[in-house]
């Protein structure tokens, strides 16, 4: 509904629980796509939503695919606290320089058009775009199947709490520009299928362990498939191991479960796997990458 200048957004999610609201809303993983549009007057494409749901407490968000209308595949993580100190590149431990608080934070990271590479996106606190973290190829599994980053967290909590409504108020906008906005909001999450991922059965993650979510792009899957999301299982090798300060009682290969993400439009589908490791995670949360 319209309020004046400003374009009032409510996106329902049954599946939650509670309301974000305010610079919240606007800042957390669900509604971060919608800054391209707010502030740049770009279209947003086309958006679909990962949840996570532990053995107990709220469901969790793991973060927001976008595919742009220049091919490009964005993925905005379900991280509240996105300073993150820590990536691990192949089988190398990196560490980027120390930053002042609240300088610097993680905004997305974008997949190129040609699936070959992909980098992290930092933005500081005007919102100007600065790529700290190098680029990052994608691997080859087989003919359709590419690895493209995996995200290791300490536990459940690391990832944001699902709410069952989210507000975004936009910028202040023209009453003919702001039925402009919506109309492309509203088309950017047509038709999509939110996928929600859990541990393996009879799988629960305790002291002294960390799950590790990996993303897969994968060219055989269409949107007609997106009908008939569920949820997979069997054994996986790791393919980049985070950066860790303590690992003990590594078996290889190790249960996992997956799911499907489709984003309408988009040839193909993201899979995305879960498993858990024991050991001492580096950081709260960490991105890793061939």
């Known amino acids: 509904m319209l309020n004046s200048d400003v374009l009032e957004i409510s996106f329902k999610l049954p599946i939650g629980k509670g309301t974000v609201s305010g610079q919240d809303a606007r800042s957390c993983s669900l509604g971060r796509a919608l800054n391209i549009l707010f502030e740049f007057g770009k279209p947003i494409g086309r958006i679909n939503c990962i949840f996570f749901k532990p053995q107990s407490g709220p469901l969790r968000t793991l973060g927001t695919l976008c595919h742009t209308p220049g091919r490009q595949v964005l993925f905005f993580p379900g991280i509240p606290i996105r300073r993150l100190s820590w990536f691990t590149r192949r089988e190398d431990k990196t560490k980027r320089p120390e930053l002042p608080p609240l300088v610097q934070y993680l905004d997305h990271i974008t997949l190129e058009p040609d699936f070959s590479r992909w980098h992290a996106t930092l933005l500081t606190g005007h919102r100007v775009k600065e790529i ?7 691997r080859k599994i087989n003919e359709n199947l590419l ?16 709410p069952r409504e989210l507000l975004i108020q936009s910028p202040p906008v023209s ?5 402009t906005m919506m109309t492309l909001i ?3 999450r047509e038709n999509s299928v939110f996928s929600i991922l859990s541990l ?4 629960t993650l305790s002291t002294n362990e960390f799950a590790t979510f990996e993303f897969y792009i994968d060219r055989t899957a269409s949107h007609s498939d997106a009908k008939r999301i569920e949820l997979k299982t069997g054994l996986v090798t790791p393919i980049s191991p985070p950066a860790v300060d303590e690992m003990s009682g590594i078996v290889n290969p190790i249960p996992y479960r997956s799911c499907d993400a489709f984003i309408p439009g988009f040839q193909g589908c993201f ?13 709260a949360a960490i991105f890793s990458g061939y």
């Open 147 to 162: 690895f493209w980053f995996s995200l290791s967290v300490r536990d459940p909590s690391v990832l944001e709490a699902t």
């Open 175 to 179: 009453p003919k520009y702001s039925t």
């Open 132 to 138: 700290k973290i190098p680029k990052w190829r994608t």
């Open 271 to 283: 899979t995305v796997s879960i498993y858990k490791t024991t050991g001492k995670l580096a950081e």
């Open 200 to 203: 393996p059965e009879n799988t």
């Open 186 to 188: 509203m088309e950017a």
